[in-house]
């Protein structure tokens, strides 16, 4: 009988010998994992334990017809078992084996009598399909031979804790079956500094390519039971750059003091501050991956940093089941089984149907009062309303049109939103029930909640298309799980969603605080995201495209915006970039970009200048991209067509950018002198008016002659009819949508090509 193996001995083939949590360690133990020294008991010795004391028989006599629901005899058996094994006399060949192991240990570290963790890891060799994790105990600090040996016995005797005990019994296992092991390994003292647990696949998406860092101050043990706010960091794989780090609370850590786990404050100073630095965050996630790539699956991995030695050391890994990915290549269709009585109708955003509590808010102060799944109703929403759009389950706004920004946002959260909805406020202002649909030619609001059904269709085989289909996003937290979507990557990653949702503040008013890198950080982080997700695929971030009003509503923005009587004809997009009232703060997008691409790795991030009105300000534009970091021979840099002078003037822009975006929004709006949110002119406004379409063909032509790439973004390839067949035969190189209807565009454009 083999009774004591050292770590290092095992591998993950001896989980039946030593139970999971030892077979892992010592599998761990034999890559360049690091891994605290130690040794464990096994199956044999427990068996030797049982038999030699001669406890199984008593112990068999008390659980011989015990009724594990009734709660106090359970209790009462528990305990007698537990005691009888605590004050068996431990057999002579066993306590030398592990005496022999502490001892040579201690040689090892160079100590008397080190202190150790010893955790238990029950193993059923026979049970392939039972699982006992988190029912057994773990002794930390345990010093001295003798203390050593008891900790072993108690390690045996959670191996009939109430709730194990009632396990057993409910899944019909004999309890002697089930054998335990008791890990010894050296003290990792992170009383004085940090633990946690992290991921190789981002746990709420399933996306592949990210490791998931959660990190706080002291024992592991608050992180995993969730009893604190952590730290949290993440890497993306590819360049092992930091995509994203967020500060957590961390307003407790778990300490040892004198053999009991207390909660302890955490000083201010330490909550404030990060509990890894970078280079702990990067040497982690390069470990997660080295046991990803070993093991051959996502992993749940459980880390510790020894504040003495100011060493990482892998406690534990074992495999991880995250919720499951957005289902790919599905096509959601929605549809009404009965009718129901139409409260308010309006413009339908989504081609979908939702339900809920209406809920009448004037202004984004009132958030507290909203809850998630209820259906918004307001007047209309700018970026400040953005937090609550993305709680409701549909949306209704009595102002806009298809091109408002409750419509562009509504659209990019595949939420379903009736806008333009006259006396809405009036009509729903009493919290009933209602059913938002927007399957129809209109949308309408209708009372109660009347029944539907969703239809998932599910493409078997996607398209290959020659012309690029690539998505339209901005909002950061969705991206990975956008990014199973079959796309060529981002036509438009819109800054303004990052800004309004992750900032909140203007950029000049940060500045004047001193809180530069408050706006850096919140763009870099929520832009790496999108460029992670989509990696190597283009992303093409546009830059900063508030009006002027839009940014008053940013907080401090009233200070530094005039208010405009036509705020989409003024003061924005290329004009505001160059000016020397703003230029400081175009400088704080330029650094975000730059860090993204040097300092994660992302190199595929390209950029793009919104309402660029001449050539010139073209030029004055790209000299200070370049003045603030970027190369432009490195870096792509297109233009948005959105401007009249865009199209006459294209062979002038192509010889300064390196590619088009239409925004065919603007280019509507501004081709036919057609307010897009005015709801009297709603009529007028038509994306495939013959003077838009033929500015279209007119730039697409015009371009092809500077070797300049079109693409195009906006809702009008998704939602006209015949768009999609338009853009493929005037031989646009992408379109963008928003990722609700990415798969069907893509069925559109493979059709057209097909015919073309």
């Not at 909640?449 to 950061?476: A, N, Q």
């Not at 401007?643 to 975006?661: H, K, M, Q, T």
């Not at 002119?681 to 079109?710: M, P, Q, W």
Request: proline share 4%; glycine share 8%.
């Amino acid at each position: 009988m083999t009774l004591v193996l050292g770590l290092e001995d095992l591998s993950k083939e001896d989980t039946g010998k030593v139970g999971g949590k030892s077979a892992n360690l010592g599998e761990l133990a034999r890559m360049d994992i690091p891994v605290l020294p130690g040794f464990t008991t096994t199956s044999d010795a427990y068996d030797l334990y049982v038999s030699d004391t001669g406890i199984e028989e008593e112990i068999r006599k008390i659980l011989e017809g015990l009724d594990v629901d009734d709660t106090e005899a359970l209790q009462e058996a528990g305990e007698k078992i537990r005691e009888i094994i605590i004050d068996a006399e431990m057999p002579g060949e066993l306590r030398e084996k592990i005496i022999r192991q502490y001892s040579e240990m201690a040689d090892e570290l160079g100590e008397e009598e080190p202190a150790v963790a010893v955790r238990s890891s029950a193993t059923a060799e026979d049970l392939p399909t039972a699982s006992f994790a988190g029912q057994q105990e773990t002794y930390l600090n345990v010093e001295g031979e003798e203390e050593l040996l008891e900790s072993v016995k108690k390690c045996y005797a959670s191996l009939f804790t109430d709730r194990a005990i009632s396990y057993r019994e409910d899944k019909g296992f004999d309890h002697f079956d089930v054998k335990l092991s008791a890990i010894v390994q050296k003290m990792g003292h992170s009383d004085n500094g940090s633990a946690g647990v992290m991921f190789t696949i981002d746990p709420d998406s399933g996306f592949e390519d990210v490791v998931v860092i959660e990190s706080s101050y002291g024992l592991g043990e608050v992180v995993v039971q969730g009893e604190v706010n952590p730290d949290e960091f993440v890497v993306f794989k590819p360049t092992n750059g930091i995509v994203e780090k967020v500060m957590g609370d961390k307003e407790e850590r778990m300490v040892d003091r004198e053999g009991e786990n207390v909660l302890e404050e955490v000083p201010a100073g330490e909550r404030n501050s990060y509990s890894l630095t970078e280079e702990q965050v990067k040497e982690l996630a390069s470990y997660a991956e080295t046991i990803e790539e070993h093991y051959d699956k996502p992993m749940d991995v459980e880390w510790l940093l020894d504040g003495d030695l100011e060493e990482l050391f892998i406690v534990q890994a074992r495999p991880e089941t995250v919720r499951s990915a957005e289902k790919e290549n599905v096509i959601e269709e929605y549809r009404l089984k009965e009718e129901g009585e139409v409260l308010a109708r309006g413009v339908a955003i989504g081609d979908r149907i939702g339900a809920g509590k209406a809920k009448l808010l004037e202004s984004p102060e009132e958030m507290e009062r909203f809850e998630e799944g209820e259906v918004l109703v307001t007047e209309m929403t700018d970026p400040d309303w953005e937090p609550i759009m993305k709680q409701a389950g549909a949306i209704v706004t009595e102002k806009g049109g298809k091109t408002s920004h409750a419509a562009i946002v509504s659209r990019e959260l595949g939420v379903p939103a009736v806008v333009g909805a006259s006396g809405a406020r009036e009509v729903l202002g009493g919290s009933q029930e209602v059913t938002v649909d927007c399957t129809g030619s209109s949308g309408e609001v209708m009372d109660g909640e009347v029944e539907f059904e969703v239809e998932e269709r599910e493409l078997e085989e996607i398209p290959e298309t020659d012309t690029d289909v690539m998505l339209i996003l901005g909002d950061p937290y969705h991206a990975f799980s956008h990014a199973s979507l079959p796309v060529d990557g981002v036509g438009l990653a819109r800054e303004e969603f990052v800004i309004a949702s992750n900032v909140g503040e203007h950029p000049l008013h940060l500045i004047e605080k001193g809180e530069e890198d408050k706006f850096v950080k919140a763009l870099k982080e929520g832009l790496g995201r999108i460029a992670a997700a989509f990696y190597p695929e283009p992303v093409i971030v546009r830059f900063s495209d508030f009006k002027t009003d839009e940014y008053r509503g940013l907080e401090g923005g009233e200070e530094y915006e005039a208010e405009e009587s036509n705020p989409m004809l003024g003061w924005r997009g290329a004009s505001r970039y160059y000016d020397e009232d703003f230029r400081e703060a175009f400088a704080l997008e330029c650094e975000a970009i730059k860090q993204v691409r040097r300092d994660v790795g992302l190199d595929n991030v390209k950029v793009m200048v919104p309402f660029c009105r001449t050539p010139e300000e073209g030029e004055r534009v790209l000299e200070l991209i370049e003045e603030n970091g970027l190369d432009t021979e490195e870096m792509d840099v297109y233009v948005m067509a959105e401007v009249p002078s865009n199209i006459v003037l294209a062979d002038r822009f192509g010889e300064l950018f390196d590619g088009f975006s239409i925004g065919s929004n603007d280019l509507t709006q501004l081709t036919l002198g057609v307010d897009r949110n005015s709801k009297n002119l709603a009529y007028l406004f038509d994306e495939s008016n013959e003077a838009v379409k033929r500015s279209i063909h007119d730039l697409i032509d015009g371009a092809e002659d500077t070797g300049c790439e079109v693409g195009i973004c906006g809702d009008a390839p998704s939602t006209i009819e015949g768009y999609a067949e338009f853009l493929v035969e005037e031989d646009i190189d992408s379109i963008s949508v928003t990722p609700d209807v990415a798969l069907e565009t893509i069925e559109k454009v493979a059709e057209a090509e097909s015919r073309d």
